[in-house]
């Protein structure tokens, strides 16, 4: 009876071993194993076996089932048996004694086999899935290679079932942006990265979505300097703008011709020479307002000045974008330069006072809200215009996504302030 026991307990082991490593296998991420590819055999099988799940599911399915059916087999046929004849040696009437011996077993067997084979297994696969997967990989390897025909059978088998079924193949380990996002928080919560690092990274990946329009600063922001101003009145207008590069604009064709570097400015003035501005005329580059974002930033990388003009598509000017757009729009900058209009205040009652420039996808992206609500435009105002199809009248209001958005400033036709309260 002791030979029997035995079998059935290293049944039970080998269940939980092939239990731990399908999981192990399964649960381990690529990104930490290549690493370890090149120093270590087990990481290179591993990785081998998640490039092709079938045939490894295949292969640990088999063994699980060949355990399953020998753990019957000899619990229920062998000890089942040697217990109710051991009941019926003591007195107890045969028939109970064969339920009882046989059910005892089983019962005791399947939870034997729960806890030993599948939960305690399982549970320390989750718990360090690379290391366990590097370590059962290389026998796995071996058990497929034994089962090739089996799992052969078995992997095409399940491949035509899916077809069937309208799922065709697709290996690809496709990662979205939502699951991204899961992983920062799960990050975020458990220390790993600050608050900081967090938005930042959150910001880089807005970056990319956007486009060229989303990050320039609008014409009607943007400070120029006329290219027939006489000395005086260019230095008075370098003095009043006081910014690094100044863009330059043709009086008569309304067309921004190029910039004027500060500093050039400065040598000329310091020498007390007269500052022409065509003379200190720098070119810089070009983009369409539908340029990519990342395509902007390479463009800005091999500009001397890292400062880019936007036009449209019917030519005309639309707005300027530098280096200091770029870093608003990875890190959430909280103003456009001036120091008395953040993109958002929360009031003590909880309600959200935002300004109508702040980026769209930043604006959704703290609140929680689908970036769907603000459609083609590229900021809370732009959502505004988006949801109530139409030019709003001071204090007008509608509610989305349990949010309500009350128009309390206009500037002009332009919409300055947004009040954003939850429902």
């Known amino acids: 009876m002791i030979t029997e026991v035995l079998i059935v307990v290293v049944l039970i082991v080998v269940n939980g071993v092939l239990a731990l490593s399908e999981l192990a296998i399964v649960s381990a991420r690529p990104a930490r194993l290549k690493p370890l590819e090149g120093k270590s055999r087990g990481a290179a099988a591993a990785l081998r076996l998640g490039e092709n799940p079938g045939r490894f599911l295949s292969t640990v399915q088999i063994g699980i089932t060949l355990v399953g059916v020998l753990s019957g087999a000899f619990s229920g046929a062998t000890l089942g048996n040697r217990l109710a004849q051991f009941l019926a040696s003591k007195g107890v009437d045969a028939d109970w004694a064969s339920t009882l011996g046989v059910g005892s077993v089983v019962v005791l067997i399947?939870?034997?086999?729960?806890?030993?084979?599948?939960?305690?297994?399982?549970?320390?696969?989750?718990?360090?899935?690379?290391?366990?997967?590097?370590?059962?990989?290389?026998?796995?390897?071996?058990?497929?290679?034994?089962?090739?025909?089996?799992?052969?059978?078995?992997?095409?088998?399940?491949?035509?079932?899916?077809?069937?079924?309208?799922?065709?193949?697709?290996?690809?380990?496709?990662?979205?942006?939502?699951?991204?996002?899961?992983?920062?928080?799960?990050?975020?919560?458990?220390?790993?990265?600050?608050?900081?690092?967090?938005?930042?990274?959150?910001?880089v990946m807005r970056f990319s979505d956007r486009s060229a329009k989303a990050l320039m600063t609008p014409r009607r922001d943007v400070e120029m300097i006329d290219l027939e101003m006489t000395s005086a009145e260019a230095v008075a207008a370098l003095?009043?703008?006081?910014?690094?590069?100044?863009?330059?604009?043709?009086?008569?064709?309304?067309?921004?011709?190029?910039?004027?570097?500060?500093?050039?400015?400065?040598?000329?003035?310091?020498?007390?020479?007269?500052?022409?501005?065509?003379?200190?005329?720098?070119?810089?580059?070009?983009?369409?307002?539908?340029?990519?974002?990342?395509?902007?930033?390479?463009?800005?990388?091999?500009?001397?000045?890292?400062?880019?003009?936007?036009?449209?598509?019917?030519?005309h000017f639309e707005g300027l974008i530098t280096s200091g757009d770029v870093l608003?729009?990875?890190?959430?900058?909280?103003?456009?330069?001036?120091?008395?209009?953040?993109?958002?205040?929360?009031?003590?009652?909880?309600?959200?006072?935002?300004?109508?420039?702040?980026?769209?996808?930043?604006?959704?992206?703290?609140?929680?809200?689908?970036?769907?609500l603000a459609g083609d435009y590229d900021t809370v105002a732009g959502l505004v215009l988006h949801q109530m199809r139409r030019l709003p009248g001071l204090g007008e209001s509608f509610t989305v996504a349990g949010h309500r958005f009350e128009v309390i400033d206009l500037d002009g036709l332009r919409i300055d302030k947004v009040l954003v309260s939850a429902v």
């Not at 290391?131 to 025909?149: C, F």
């Not at 958002?344 to 992206?365: H, P, Q």
């Open 110 to 203: 399947t939870y034997v086999s729960l806890i030993v084979g599948e939960l305690v297994p399982k549970q320390l696969a989750l718990r360090n899935p690379e290391g366990l997967a590097i370590r059962m990989a290389p026998a796995m390897v071996v058990l497929s290679k034994v089962a090739a025909p089996v799992v052969w059978f078995l992997d095409r088998s399940g491949r035509l079932v899916l077809w069937l079924m309208g799922q065709r193949e697709d290996n690809s380990n496709r990662v979205t942006e939502e699951e991204v996002h899961t992983i920062l928080s799960e990050a975020h919560e458990g220390g790993v990265i600050e608050t900081e690092e967090r938005a930042m990274i959150s910001g």
């Open 239 to 315: 003095r009043r703008i006081g910014r690094p590069r100044i863009p330059v604009q043709n009086r008569e064709t309304g067309e921004v011709v190029g910039i004027i570097r500060l500093a050039d400015a400065f040598v000329a003035v310091s020498k007390r020479e007269a500052l022409d501005v065509k003379a200190l005329l720098q070119d810089v580059p070009v983009v369409s307002d539908r340029t990519d974002a990342l395509d902007v930033l390479d463009i800005l990388k091999k500009s001397d000045d890292s400062v880019a003009l936007v036009y449209d598509e019917y030519g």
């Open 328 to 372: 608003e729009a990875i890190t959430g900058a909280m103003d456009t330069g001036d120091d008395e209009e953040p993109a958002m205040i929360t009031r003590d009652d909880g309600s959200m006072l935002v300004a109508g420039w702040m980026a769209a996808d930043e604006f959704c992206d703290r609140l929680g809200l689908s970036r769907d």
